[in-house]
């Protein structure tokens, strides 16, 4: 009998939750746009804010502070954007080197087309950044910084940046805080108010709930320019016709991931760490990336000396096992990790390495699943490559 498959992308996406299916179908069955001022206009209206609520009570925020969006990359380029538009003639922008390319891209969009000047911000050997590095690089000329960007956690190798304690360096001197949480929702604790962050971005479909859907949490007082204009939506920040049903489903999944996530964080890590330990006993000369010990629950990345990421990925999903070479928004693209390099790898580590993750679903037959089938794949890679 054929095995399943084992399903080790959850970083990608992840199955949604049976709440927030459930809160998704009933709205879907019904009528009304948020904006319309007759009886099924308000009724919409009232789920789109009790579900604004509901995110904000779950992450430590209020609820005005709350902008739905179709989901992270929006919320990243408005952020990013917005906040730039807004502080100009302030020209800097500091961003980690690690970053997704959601955050990294419309920086250097702004610096390729709005005279924008961006700084990468170096990490150490497990991607982080080390906070006397966002320190000098705001000291060398405070006023010109127009805002700062780090990530709460690694999509590609898993490693826990030190938001809080960078958020603070930044407050030092009244310059606005980003970050992409959209890994850490759910498997990490996350409050936006005791962060001290100013914006954060989170999406749905890593937490369980639906695709095209996300929010950027902006605190009071900050006032993005709109990347889009129209009916005046959210704050003014960000028009355009509110998805309820699928807002519905996000505050479904949003209640849940948060309220198992630290029942799900000691599952996900104990699997993790049994992966970890199984990998390395398939594959000696493997090398684990990003932070072994402040990492997501759920993050194992490797690099594989000898293979190509690509081409072990194809062998791995041929005998039913699904992961990725790393973000998979930029999956098929043959290319060195940006994160990886900027970590110090050279190409070659860069471009053999594949990132398994690990979800609400994942089960120890995952992983049975991957050290059944990785030695022949990774021994037929190599001979691929010396071909």
Known sequence: MTRPSAYLDHAATTPMLPEAIEAMTEQLQRVGNASSLHAAGRRTRRVVEESRETIADALGARPSEVVFTSGGTEADNLAIKGLYWSRRPRRRILISSVEHHAALDPARWLADSQGAEVELLDV???????????????????????????????????????????????????????????????????????????????????????????????????????????????????????????????????????????????????????????????????????????????????SFPGCEGDALLMLLDAKGVECSTGSACSAGVAQPSHVLLAMGADAAAARGSLRFTLGHTSTRDDIDRLIEVLPAAVERARRAGLS
């Open 124 to 302: 150490d050997a497990y991607g982080r950044v080390q906070p006397d590095s966002l320190r000098e690089a705001i000291e060398r000329d405070p006023g010109s910084v127009a805002l700062v960007s780090v990530m709460w956690a690694n999509n590609e190798v898993g490693t826990v940046q030190p938001v809080r304690v960078l958020a603070a360096i930044a407050h030092d001197h009244g310059i606005p805080f980003h970050t992409d949480a959209v890994q850490a929702v759910g498997q990490l604790p996350v409050s936006f108010s005791a962060s001290g962050v100013d914006a954060l971005t989170m999406t749905g479909h890593k937490i369980g709930g639906p695709m095209g859907v996300g929010a950027l949490l902006l605190a009071r007082g900050l006032t993005p320019v709109s990347v889009q204009h129209g009916g005046g939506q959210e704050r003014d920040v960000r028009s355009g016709t509110l998805d309820a049903p699928a807002i519905a489903g996000l505050a479904a999944a949003v209640t849940t991931a948060v309220k198992e996530q630290e029942a799900l964080s000691r599952r996900l890590t104990s699997l993790r760490d049994e992966l970890v330990q199984r990998v390395r006993e398939a594959v000696p000369d493997v090398v684990l990336n990003g932070d072994p010990d402040d990492r997501l629950p759920g993050n194992a990345h490797f």
